[in-house]
């Protein structure tokens, strides 16, 4: 099983931003994905979640300025950030669990620098 994430890079502050993961491999089903960040020096943090049926929660730094969604049928899941600042700056990975068989799997990404400098 794999998860591979897409979308970072070097915006402007205000730009916007579209993350993708995609998981991969021998999945039976995907239950409760999510972003995290971590910044230089910093843990890694919640961004948000977001669950099979679509229910999502949202770090309160997000909140109001990133959107998490998913495609069930692709084993994919976004994050759309807007109005991004410079303390969004950091390696953002998702993170997914995944059912192979009967039993439930947590996947880490590889990670996507997010860059937010004028």
């Known amino acids: 099983v794999q998860l591979v994430e897409s979308g970072g890079g070097l915006v402007q502050p205000g730009g916007s931003l579209r993350l993708s993961c995609a998981a991969s491999?021998?999945?039976?089903?995907?239950?409760?994905m999510g972003w995290y960040r971590q910044a230089p020096g910093n843990q890694r943090d919640l961004v948000a979640t977001i669950s099979s049926s679509g229910n999502t929660n949202y770090a309160d730094s997000a909140k109001g300025r990133f959107a998490i969604s998913r495609d069930n049928a692709k084993n994919s899941m976004y994050l759309t950030m807007n109005s991004l600042k410079p303390d969004d700056t950091a390696v953002y990975y998702c993170?997914?669990?995944?059912?192979?068989?009967?039993?439930?799997?947590?996947?880490w990404g590889q990670g996507t620098q997010v860059t937010v400098s004028s």
């Open positions: 491999g021998g999945i039976f089903s995907v239950n409760a």
């Open positions: 993170r997914a669990n995944i059912m192979i068989g009967p039993y439930e799997y947590q996947y």
